[in-house]
């Protein structure tokens, strides 16, 4: 049985830092691309950053800079430092992992960014 399971969300102030950390089971890990995703209300799910097996990052234009996302292929974690929060992070997060056709997504973790 496939698990992603995330944590580290929270309440942050804008400015802030989270660290999420997204931890798998039931797949050869160190095969996976992983990937981190976010949702706000009213939106759709839109791609944060992504990693692949062989530490390629990829991130997009609105959190270039802040974020940085990183694996542990001998923990079988993913992670994304966010740093310099704003309140338009304020999202759902969710963890994929992607292996040819094969593409599951945990259930996320709440991000809100406020003061």
């Known amino acids: 049985q496939v698990q992603l399971v995330e944590s580290g969300g929270g309440l942050v102030q804008p400015g802030g830092s989270l660290r999420l950390s997204c931890a798998a089971s039931?797949?050869?890990?160190?095969?996976?691309?992983m990937g981190w995703y976010r949702q706000a209300p009213g939106k759709q799910r839109e791609l944060v950053a992504t990693?692949?097996?062989?530490?390629?990052?990829n991130y997009s234009d609105s959190v270039k800079g802040r974020f940085t996302v990183s694996r542990d292929n001998a923990k079988n974690t993913v992670y994304l430092q966010m740093d310099s929060l704003k309140p338009e992070d304020t999202a759902v997060y969710y963890c994929?992992?992607?292996?040819?056709?094969?593409?599951?997504w945990g259930q996320g973790t709440q991000v809100t960014v406020s003061s």
């Open positions: 994929n992992a992607k292996w040819i056709t094969r593409n599951y």
């Open positions: 039931g797949i050869t890990f160190s095969m996976y691309a």
């Open positions: 990693v692949t097996p062989r530490t390629i990052t």
